[in-house]
DNA sequence: GTAGACTCGACAACGTGGTTGACGAAATAG
DNA sequence: CTATTTCGTCAACCACGTTGTCGAGTCTAC
């Protein structure tokens, strides 16, 4: 109360919020049989998709080098939520696709996530959670931006 | 819209918020003479205060760390932006104290946080805004989160 | 059909932001 | 006086990004 209408405060809720969804996500994918997946692992599994992309092509949706992108694969790989496949029709390219592990991660996330909204819904109303999601729709740039948290940031 | 109500959207959104306002903070810091300040410096300025800290107090405060705080002080130290002072009543301790540029770069970015809400009330009127801001503090922690945004991401 | 340009994936070196573990020096508790 | 705690630092390591380089494969133009 004490900040009201302090210009410092909005990021900061603004963060909170994000990284509160985040963490509970995390928090229940690890319940669920995920508890390796850090963040980063499920913006690129995201990015990746169902249908699979190369690692620069990985690089390019994510807004990071290619290289950057190669080693993001090398982790998911590790972990098994990932595998590389050479392409049959190009000697240069190799396929990134998800395996059934990080297909069910992503299953599971986009579940978690639509939980949590429905309690975020539940606390502040349709209309409220509603307002909030038009309201930030308005004021930030509506072209993709990227994903790169950790590298931006620091 | 066609997005509407996914809970996938949610958290980019607030991100994407976040985002764009440390952004917006440090183009307008550069243009102001402070071009080399990244986000995580900011935050760690923020964490020092006026009245200065311990390297051992800071990585308290940022959630992280005493080594971490402590090579956080050293890029500080080597852009300027802080020094380190021995204590004269405790031999172990050194206090991190902010330099006149480094107070600066706070007192600037106060005022630009306070102008970038401005245009966000502008845009979305005082209501929506003060909503907005209200509804995240309703379903945020209370207490007190971590600021190590890049080491819990990745 | 071949020469040149482009793309792909990988390698190396580096910067930044974290982590643990260890350690000497200084303060504090008993 | 001794035992414990705290402070700052060093060293090693990991995650995630960067740029530059490179061989190999593909595509385009002549």
């Known amino acids: ?15 909170a919020g994000f990284r509160t969804l985040i963490d509970a996500l995390h928090t229940e994918l690890a319940r669920q049989g995920h508890p390796d997946v850090r963040p ?11 249908d699979g992309a190369t690692a ?5 949706r994510l807004g990071v080098s290619k290289q950057a992108a190669g080693k993001t694969v090398d982790r998911l790989a590790a972990l098994g939520y990932a595998e590389r496949v ?3 029709t190009d000697g240069r390219r190799k396929l990134v696709r998800l395996t059934p592990r990080g297909i069910d991660s ?11 909204r429905a ?7 349709q209309n409220r959670l509603a307002s909030m999601e038009n309201d930030l729709r308005t004021v930030v740039p509506t072209d993709g931006f990227r994903l790169d948290v950790a590298g931006w940031f620091g």
Do not use: N
């Open 1 to 15: 109360m004490a900040e009201q209408g302090s210009g410092f405060e909005l990021p900061l809720l603004l963060f």
């Open 40 to 50: 980063a692992y499920g913006f690129a599994m995201q990015a990746i998709g169902i």
């Open 56 to 60: 620069s092509e990985l690089g390019r």
């Open 86 to 88: 050479d392409d049959d």
């Open 106 to 116: 992503l299953v599971r996330s986009a579940e978690i996530f639509d939980q949590l």
């Open 119 to 125: 309690q975020w819904a539940a606390t502040l109303g």
